[in-house]
């Protein structure tokens, strides 16, 4: 760059714009091809609108799956799923949720 090169604020609100879409075009890609698999016991009772006490009793009767890591239980959206499924439900859980 010489001394005579000048950026203008109409050079800098381009490459703004082209930053932006790059940046956005890398993350959005991203989160497309990894969306979440698991949810936690508050995702899982607000998404069904359940219950401490009924998940606890999925949990207990072996109707929804779950791994347990310290004192946090994770359930794949993928078992959520299959439960209503097998229940006649035309609910579906989306994966991206999150």
Sequence with gaps: MT???LIT??????FKLELFQELGSIFGKDKAESPKKFL???????L????????LNLRINGTLPFTMIGKIHYY???DINKILEANNSTNKIVATHG
């Design 9 to 14: 604020r109409d050079d800098l609100q381009q």
């Design 76 to 78: 794949k959206i993928q």
């Design 40 to 46: 936690r016991s508050k995702e899982v009772r607000k």
């Design 3 to 5: 001394a005579l090169d």
């Design 48 to 55: 069904l609108d359940i219950s401490s006490g009924t998940l």
